[in-house]
């Protein structure tokens, strides 16, 4: 425990699945952690659970407003932010003649914007002190995903927004990085939600399953961890690079 013990970080998406987790590693290991969500129910009970060093602030992140609100909150409550945690995603499934111009509009506005506004706004904060933003990414921006056309292309996106925030930092000199995370697929509740949308949810669950040459899919547990790494400082070197924690499934 310890290894990121005075830090400041917010995690979005918090309220379930791998940012949970990931709240609650960080938490562990000692940061003071501001959990956002949109589910404020989940989030707050969180928040509640873990006790001190724990903030809950309600995050959509399609909302450039709330996205500014919750910084200027961290600016007079902590005075500093040392890691931003990108987490909050949703998955639409279907083909590309399936998906409605909505849906898809909808997926790059969680899954694309979102992460633009955190790095676009965390940046007076990070210029400050340095810092680290983790983008939880996809293996389905480097190997495309079935039936997933919204998705893939926003997750490609976002692999390569990173790379482009953390080229223009890495030269500002901040100290901020920004790396990319790239989960395999991983036992959470937007599987169960992909799995009721599909037309043969056992036959998916077997795709998926012999997708993972390891024999088995991941554990939120196992992305927290590389989570954890990305935010300390023993990742201090890294920047715009892809962390692929997939079981194998994308050689
Ligand atoms: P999840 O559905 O369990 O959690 C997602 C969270 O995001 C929920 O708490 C939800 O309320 C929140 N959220 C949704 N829309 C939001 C919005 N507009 N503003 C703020 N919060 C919002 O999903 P998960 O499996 O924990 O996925 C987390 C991230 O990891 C996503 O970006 C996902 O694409 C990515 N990912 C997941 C897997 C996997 O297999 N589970 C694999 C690769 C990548």
Redesign the pocket.
């Given at each position: 425990a310890g290894r990121i013990a005075g830090k400041v970080a917010l995690v979005?998406?918090a309220?379930?699945?791998?940012?949970d987790a990931i709240v609650r590693r960080f938490h562990e290991e000692g940061a003071t952690v501001v959990l956002t969500?949109?589910?404020e129910a989940?989030g707050t009970a969180l928040a509640n659970e873990l006790g001190a060093r724990t903030d809950f602030l309600q995050?959509?992140?399609?909302s450039e407003e709330n996205w500014i609100a919750v910084f200027a909150a961290i600016a007079s409550r902590h005075g500093r932010l040392d890691v931003l945690v990108n987490?909050?995603?949703?998955?639409t499934y279907g083909s590309v003649e399936e998906v409605t111009l909505d849906a898809f509009r909808h997926e790059m506005d969680?899954?694309l914007v979102?992460p633009f506004l955190g790095c676009k706004h965390v940046v007076p904060l990070m210029r400050k002190t340095g810092g680290s933003v983790i983008n939880?990414s996809?293996?389905a921006s480097i190997r495309a995903e079935h039936y997933l056309v919204a998705y893939n292309a926003a997750k490609a996106g976002v692999t390569h927004m990173t790379k482009s925030v953390a080229l223009h930092y890495a030269r500002a000199g901040y100290g901020m990085r920004c790396n990319s995370v790239h989960?395999?697929?991983?036992h959470?509740?937007?599987?169960d939600?992909v799995l009721a949308q599909a037309e043969d949810p056992d036959a998916l669950y077997a795709e998926w399953l012999a997708l993972h040459p390891i024999g088995r899919i991941g554990k939120p547990e196992e992305v927290a961890a590389l989570c954890l790494y990305l935010a300390s400082d023993e990742s201090a070197f890294a920047t715009g690079a892809e962390f692929v924690l997939d079981g194998g499934s994308s050689l």
């Amino acid at each position: 425990a310890g290894r990121i013990a005075g830090k400041v970080a917010l995690v979005t998406g918090a309220a379930s699945g791998l940012g949970d987790a990931i709240v609650r590693r960080f938490h562990e290991e000692g940061a003071t952690v501001v959990l956002t969500d949109i589910d404020e129910a989940n989030g707050t009970a969180l928040a509640n659970e873990l006790g001190a060093r724990t903030d809950f602030l309600q995050l959509d992140v399609t909302s450039e407003e709330n996205w500014i609100a919750v910084f200027a909150a961290i600016a007079s409550r902590h005075g500093r932010l040392d890691v931003l945690v990108n987490c909050a995603g949703i998955t639409t499934y279907g083909s590309v003649e399936e998906v409605t111009l909505d849906a898809f509009r909808h997926e790059m506005d969680v899954d694309l914007v979102g992460p633009f506004l955190g790095c676009k706004h965390v940046v007076p904060l990070m210029r400050k002190t340095g810092g680290s933003v983790i983008n939880i990414s996809s293996m389905a921006s480097i190997r495309a995903e079935h039936y997933l056309v919204a998705y893939n292309a926003a997750k490609a996106g976002v692999t390569h927004m990173t790379k482009s925030v953390a080229l223009h930092y890495a030269r500002a000199g901040y100290g901020m990085r920004c790396n990319s995370v790239h989960p395999g697929v991983i036992h959470t509740p937007i599987l169960d939600k992909v799995l009721a949308q599909a037309e043969d949810p056992d036959a998916l669950y077997a795709e998926w399953l012999a997708l993972h040459p390891i024999g088995r899919i991941g554990k939120p547990e196992e992305v927290a961890a590389l989570c954890l790494y990305l935010a300390s400082d023993e990742s201090a070197f890294a920047t715009g690079a892809e962390f692929v924690l997939d079981g194998g499934s994308s050689l």
